[in-house]
Every structure is written in C-alpha cells, then in structure tokens.
C-alpha cells in the first residue's frame, strides 16, 4: 500500500485531455511540494513536472501540475499516442524522514 | 551533459553479497545528493535511500534500514548500494538518481540511472 494514492489506471483518445490524481496527507503532499514522474515502458523514470507546476527543459507544456491541500493532479493535454506510460507522483514524507511515491498509473492512449 | 551510469545486471544466489555501482558525470559529484529506488518486477517505485557524497551524510528509508548499505567514493564520483546477504525477494531494477533542488525536502531526483537488474535466485 503506497502512501500516496494514485489510480492504478487512465486512458484516453488521442487529442483529450487526461487528469491523474494523487492524493496524499499533511505530512507529506500537504507539507512538501510534488513532483511527477514519467515511465515509458522498459525505460529509466524521468522527471516531467517538479515543485508542483514546473517544468524541466524539454518537456512540452501540453503536461501540467497542480496542488491543493493534501492532493495533486497531473493534466495532460492533446494526448498522444507517445504519452502512454506509467506516471508517478512523489513527494517528500516528514513522518518517514524521507521520499513516498504513489502506486504508479498506467496510462493508455486508445 | 550530466550522467549517471549504472554498472551492469547481476545474477546472484541467496545469501551472496553484492555491491552496485552508479557513477555521475557532467556536475560536481560532491555538491548533490544521489537517492537509490528500487522497482521490483511489475510494480512501483520505491525510495530506499539517499547520500550526499560530499560528506557521505546518509539517510535510510524505514522499509530499507539495515537491509541495505548505500555507500559513495567521491575521488571516482560514485555511489554504491550493497547487500551482505541477498534475498530472493531483492530481485528488481534498482536505480540511481540525482536530487536537484533545495532543501532536500522540496527537490526532485533528476536525472537516472538506466538501472541495474538484480535477480537472485537459487
């Protein structure tokens, strides 16, 4: 069990736009800020969104992060069929002294 | 361009030792801490540990303390994860990263390592 809660999966057609969810408690998302990650399959994770809503040099802006309270959401818009991945979200825990990630969710582009 | 290379995949037995590596390049190895986190086959990301190579100041993951030994030699640029005694259960890609960003509870681990597959089995 993850101390942050993802749904475990997304899907969408080409062109939507997809939102994930990650909700967590005070003394982790609440306290720190966000970031996610993303996972194309058989490949290292990379950074797509850090501090809750930026982004790293070459990520397209179509990818967006959000956090209120104790939850966060990653948008993606004009989905493509090269989005499909697993996406993480991970944050900072003060109670464990250290990093907790979210289940993971498997993303589908139909 | 800064890099992390991992060192190779590994076939262990239970009960055999194991060191692997993760070595930096591009940046000051000595001025960012590099976290270790493990994905066992099928599933999640999981943090284990993080190190800041400069002073070697160690921090552990409850679910890894005494499980693991995260270790860096900063004259190579490189940090270590081992295991004195393998279990069937470590099997999994471990990967390294690089945080980035201050304090350490408000960074981000970027970039990684391509991973190390670790499978014990007898």
């Known amino acids: 069990q993850s101390v942050l809660t993802q749904p475990p999966s997304a899907s969408g057609t080409p062109g939507q736009r997809v939102t994930i969810s990650c909700s967590g408690s005070s003394s982790n998302i609440g306290s720190n800020t966000v970031n996610w990650y993303q996972q194309l399959p058989g490949t290292a994770p990379k950074v797509l969104i850090y501090?809750?809503?930026q982004w790293p040099s070459g990520v397209p802006d179509r990818f967006s992060g959000s956090k209120s309270d104790t939850s966060a959401s990653l948008a993606i818009r004009g989905l493509q069929s090269e989005d499909e991945a697993d996406y993480y979200c991970a944050a900072w825990d003060d109670s464990q002294n250290g990093w907790v990630f979210g289940g993971g969710t498997k993303l589908t582009v139909l | 361009e800064v890099q992390l290379v991992q060192s190779g995949a590994e076939v262990k037995k239970p009960g055999e030792s194991l060191k692997i590596s993760c070595k930096g390049s591009g940046y000051s190895f000595t001025t960012y801490w590099i976290g270790w986190v493990r994905q066992m086959p099928g599933k999640g990301l999981e943090w284990m540990g993080i190190?800041?190579?400069?002073?070697?100041?160690?921090r552990y993951s409850p679910s890894f303390q005494g499980q693991v030994t995260i270790s860096a030699d900063k004259s190579i640029s490189t940090a270590y994860l081992q295991w004195s005694s393998l279990k069937a259960s470590d099997t999994a890609m471990y990967y390294c990263?690089?945080?980035?960003?201050?304090?350490?509870?408000?960074?981000?681990?970027?970039?990684w390592g391509q991973g190390t597959l670790v499978t014990v089995s007898s």
């Open positions: 990263a690089r945080h980035s960003g201050f304090p350490l509870n408000h960074g981000w681990f970027d970039p």
């Open positions: 501090s809750n809503n």
């Open positions: 190190i800041y190579p400069g002073d070697s100041d160690t």
